[in-house]
């Protein structure tokens, strides 16, 4: 009996103060990531004239690169998917550096994208590393698919701050419906350990008090921000699915299709709004969360924009700018229902990101981490019936479908 218990609790330990390392090591990655990241958009903002022009460029070269030296790292969210399912037998550490630097340069450049991705491969580039190097650890019935869903929760909180929602997104993300909870507990410590070190280094947290209000949460005006976020949640994904396959149709040569594409993107993006909608979009983000002026039109630059970043192969992740649309879709759409701006700006921001990515603890878990846990049961509603109305559709190609969905 002892020896038993003895063999159960040892492996338990190990795998949980792997975590922490991995996690000790994301947070100082993405603190300095996301610092980084943070001064080029200040950079590009004050120098849109000469930063723009050069994103065509800015994507040959990083095409080239990879081609060159990315290999499977090119696969990106996928790789990271098949590697915390046991399917990939490794994350090569290039990933980190090819990663990181052709997200600032599309940053630097003018480019409509997130930084999500990068901080979510990132971590699992390191955890995993860390499982796979280390002999003892093989001998774990799937450690090194628990350490690498660890490192995606560690990389989550790491740039967001937000370890719950962290948690709850690389615990539900792979697979519609189920929950890994083989990974629970070395996710948290890698999620916690990655948002302290995040913090002390200095990365900024975002957070913002919302207005009391005065409605029910199954008011018909809160089941109506939820459609609303399903249905753009919806069309971001769909859109960036086809947008990436058009794309390859109309230039089968990656390095043609990203210079003419970014060439276009580029004057366009200056045309429009004169770099509103560059960056990660975190302008429209305070923009709507402080109650100032949003657009009827801004949901759908941003989503438009991010849409034919991502699509033509400029690298970064998606979800800040999900941030952003939910955002100017919530500040437009709550004041036609006698509803604060800054409150459904709150409530779409988080519903918009959980239809797109196919989840639903995470966003109900980053809406309150966010703006205030007194708000749960307005974005548990919002977020329901968000999900519910995004046709079960997931911007993570891999992610694998609900049973219920799928066809006998």
């Not at 009391?212 to 089941?223: E, H």
Request: hydrophobic share 50%; glycine share 12%.
């Amino acid at each position: 009996m002892k020896s038993n218990i003895r063999n159960s609790i040892l492996p338990t330990a190990a795998l949980c103060g792997l975590a922490i390392a991995a996690g000790i090591v994301t947070g100082a990655l993405t603190a300095g990531f996301g610092r980084i990241l943070l001064w080029i958009g200040t950079f590009r903002s004050n120098h849109l004239l000469w930063c723009l022009p050069f994103l065509p460029i800015a994507g040959v070269l990083m095409v080239w690169v990879y081609q060159k030296y990315g290999k499977e790292s090119a696969q990106g969210m996928s790789l990271i998917f098949d590697a915390a399912d046991g399917k990939a037998k490794r994350i090569p550490l290039r990933l980190i550096p090819l990663l990181i630097g052709s997200t600032w340069l599309t940053h630097l450049c003018g480019g409509s994208a997130g930084r999500e991705g990068v901080a979510v491969q990132l971590g699992a580039a390191v955890s995993h590393n860390m499982g796979r190097r280390i002999p003892w650890f093989r001998d774990i019935p799937d450690a090194v698919p628990i350490l690498t869903i660890a490192g995606m929760a560690a990389g989550f909180s790491g740039l967001f701050h937000a370890p719950l929602a962290a948690v709850c997104f690389a615990l539900e993300v792979l697979a519609v419906g189920r929950l890994e909870y083989r990974a629970l507990l070395p996710a948290v410590l890698a999620a916690v350990s990655a948002n302290w070190v995040s913090a002390a280094l200095g990365l900024e947290t975002f957070q913002v008090a919302l207005p009391d209000v005065d409605t029910a949460p199954f008011s018909v005006p809160i089941l109506l921000l939820g459609v609303f976020s399903g249905i753009a949640g919806g069309i971001f994904t769909l859109l960036l699915k086809q947008g990436k396959s058009w794309a390859a149709k109309l230039f089968p040569n990656p390095l043609l299709r990203i210079a003419v594409c970014g060439a276009v993107l580029a004057l366009l993006l200056f045309l429009c709004g004169k770099g509103r909608y560059t960056g990660l979009g975190t302008n429209l983000i305070s923009l709507a969360c402080n109650g100032e002026t949003i657009y009827w039109f801004d949901f759908l630059g941003k989503l438009l924009f991010t849409v034919c970043t991502l699509a033509v192969g400029f690298q970064g992740g998606e979800v800040t700018p999900l941030f952003a649309i939910g955002a100017c879709l919530g500040a437009v759409a709550a004041p036609l229902f006698g509803l604060p701006a800054v409150f459904g700006a709150a409530l779409c921001y988080a519903a918009v990101f959980g239809s797109s990515s196919n989840t639903w603890l995470a966003p109900i878990c980053i809406g309150t981490e966010v703006f205030g846990f007194s708000c749960l049961p307005y974005f548990a509603v919002v977020c329901t019936v968000s999900r519910l109305c995004s046709g079960n559709r997931s911007m993570y190609g891999k992610q694998k479908p609900s049973p219920l969905f799928l066809q006998k």
